[in-house]
């Protein structure tokens, strides 16, 4: 795992938020990770190029949210979801992020915990996924 933190966003970088938030927030979500020294975001290489990119904010030391978490689509069902997670859970003890119902499987999968939090917004339902990680 590579931390991103260069002014300029890389392509693939921005490539792989587009999946994460709307296109049009890209740039705004990219530039929070730039500004606040609780958020970080991390890129995950294969043959020396990004396929897969996961940025968290730091609640205390042993607690993370994810803001976003993508893999391009040709690199799914590879495990680069999982090698994202497991970089998080040798860190932090609780580890949350809140998705739809298109992600609730993958963390699941997983070992999280899902709670429905019900239709959050008009038409979309969301659910608040939580791992306790007991290794640490």
Known sequence: MKEI?????????RNLLSFATSEFRVDEEYAKY???PNRKLFGLECN???VGCI????????ECVISHIAVFPEQREKGIGSKMINFLSDQFWLISAETDKDGVDFYRKYGFMITSLGEKYPGVD???CEFRNERL
């Open 126 to 128: 969301r659910f608040l």
């Open 55 to 62: 940025g968290f904010e730091m609640i205390s030391p042993k």
């Open 48 to 50: 020396g190029k990004y």
């Open 5 to 13: 933190n260069t002014v300029k966003i890389h392509p693939l970088i």
């Open 34 to 36: 730039l500004k606040s």
